[in-house]
């Protein structure tokens, strides 16, 4: 560990010899060793290890492996993974997604062709570490074919990876929004979910498009994303909705939704207020008007207080309007 420590090139032979030891400690003192001075040498003794049924050499084997800076493992770590079966398969494919290996990704694709489902959720776990935007369509294609729930979560997660990775979201947003077209109602629901995880501001436009469907199951989806949505910029959009559609009880979400990020997120007080005044006044429910009295004493000031003294003037509110404006007098709110 000394020569490790020093970069000492002289002990890479020591260090592949113990990393073979039958003494596990041993082992796993080469490993660290392995990770300071092992190039594309040390892969045949550490995947060896990585395969190990003592799930501590295995694990430190794995760290190891995915630590080394020689150039030259990705592309033995690929090849392998052409060639390879069974437990020596599923770590090349984890490993390849650890590393980012690009080079893996023709591999990976043919894994998940695989007709055993760990190896195809695995493959699909790395496409989605490896793979770049560039890749989302064919990704987005295989919603269509992808059975089972873990993998369909699977699949799910490695596009919002891909998606989060982006240094442009916004056109990544273009990318998923086009898809919104063409693909089946039940894709469409899971890619209005990757929007969310997406955000910004063609995001947000797709998902209230969806909202505004003539499609009733797409419509319900997406007033379930909104009322999700990771951001403040979704309430113009809830309070429009509200505002103009029939359906009372999607009318009722969009009011809820609209009320949660005035209670939830981090905005200014000047613009909290003005959505607290805005609830109160469009809100048809009076349990929905409560809800605001709520973040009113959530969020004590004066205007937050003229604005409770505005809702006692309602007989149903009268009530807990003033136990809202007392409160915030006990805070030394005049």
């Keep these: 560990m000394a020569l490790a420590a020093r970069g000492e090139s002289a002990v890479l032979p020591a260090a592949l010899k113990a990393a073979q030891s039958g003494d596990e400690q041993l082992r796993i003192l080469a490993f660290r060793a392995l990770k300071r001075v092992g190039d594309a040498s040390s892969v045949p003794a550490l995947l060896d290890a990585a395969i190990s049924d003592n799930a501590e050499v295995s694990s430190a084997a794995m760290d190891t492996l995915e630590s080394l800076q020689d150039k030259a493992v990705d592309g033995q770590l690929a090849h392998q993974l052409s060639q390879s079966k069974g437990k020596m398969r599923l770590a090349l494919i984890e490993l390849a997604g650890r590393r980012r290996t690009a080079s893996a990704a023709p591999m990976l694709w043919n894994a998940v062709e695989d007709t055993d489902s760990i190896v195809r959720i695995a493959a699909l776990t790395a496409l ?88 009733a199951e797409l419509r319900d989806a997406a007033f379930r994303v909104l009322g999700q949505w990771k ?41 909290r207020a003005e959505m607290c005044r805005t609830a109160l006044e469009v809100a048809e429910r009076d349990e929905d008007k ?43 709110i005049n």
């Design 231 to 271: 951001a403040a910029d979704a309430a113009p959009d809830l309070l429009e909705l509200h505002n103009s559609i029939d359906d009372q009880r999607l009318k009722v979400r969009a009011i809820r939704a609209y009320i949660r990020i005035a209670r939830q997120f981090d905005i200014p007080a000047d613009r």
């Design 128 to 215: 989605g570490d490896v793979l770049t935007t560039n890749d989302l369509p064919k990704l987005i294609t295989r919603l269509a074919t992808t059975d089972g729930e873990l993998e369909t979560v699977t699949l799910d997660k490695a596009i919002q990876d891909v998606c989060l990775r982006a240094v442009d979201r916004e056109a990544v947003a273009d990318q998923l929004a086009v898809a919104l077209q063409t693909v089946d109602r039940p894709i469409k629901v899971r890619i209005l979910d990757t929007l969310n995880i997406v955000g910004g501001e063609r995001s947000l436009a797709a998902v209230a498009a969806a909202a505004r469907s003539n499609d």
């Design 290 to 332: 409560r809800l605001v009295l709520e973040v009113l004493l959530r969020y004590p000031s004066d205007q937050m207080q003229a604005i409770a003294m505005e809702a006692a003037e309602d007989p149903a509110l009268k009530e807990e309007a003033l136990l809202v404006v007392m409160g915030m007098a006990s805070e030394g």
